[in-house]
């Protein structure tokens, strides 16, 4: 598959009727979890998720019920349903590595902890670099600065701004703006 770049035009589904908006077996939005896009796809899975109250069970709020427990089948229902969600959008090469996990909260977090990790310096050392080597290159200044911007969120996440004191965090976050001007 060919690398993803940013502004690329994504395949999307037809917008959903309100009747069809109900059914939580359809496949969230038009494309698939690659090795390139995780940061689209897994905001898009949280979007549509949260859209059907169901972010819980992504992010384990939403607890794991013992099979004797009476709530335990619609419990392993709604997580059938997110775990489905999950494993219906991602490449086949990926699927095999998450399919056998047994909660929805586990895929999320494995696919998390394989294509995010907000800690890994490596990651961070290149996206570092990779802002003052963003070039224009004839791309429209939109697409240009789109990608600028997504490198700079994507620092912002990595490493956050951590002051106690008002007026240092201004100055700091002043500085890091005219260093991005």
Request: contains cysteine; hydrophobic residues 40%; aromatic residues 10%.
């Amino acid at each position: 598959m060919a690398e993803e770049k940013i502004g690329a035009i994504i395949p999307m589904q037809p917008v959903a009727t309100q009747s069809e908006s109900a059914n939580v077996n359809a496949i969230p939005f038009g494309f698939r979890l690659s090795d390139s896009n995780f940061k689209v796809w897994s905001k898009m899975m949280e979007v549509h998720a949260s859209s059907l109250g169901k972010q819980g069970y992504l992010m384990g709020k939403i607890p794991a019920v013992d099979e004797d427990d009476p709530g335990y089948v619609k419990w392993s229902t709604e997580d059938a349903i997110v775990r489905g969600w999950l494993l219906k959008t991602m490449e086949p090469h990926l699927l095999g590595l998450f399919i056998d996990l047994p909660t929805a909260k586990d895929i999320w977090e494995s696919v998390t902890q394989m294509f995010y990790d907000g800690s890994n310096e490596s990651q961070y050392y290149e996206l570092w670099g990779k802002a003052p080597r963003t070039r224009q290159d004839g791309r429209s200044i939109n697409l240009y600065f789109t990608e600028l911007k997504d490198v700079w969120q994507d620092l912002n996440k990595r490493c956050p701004l951590c002051m106690v004191c008002g007026a240092d965090l201004k100055t700091r976050k002043e500085e890091v703006a005219n260093d991005r001007a």
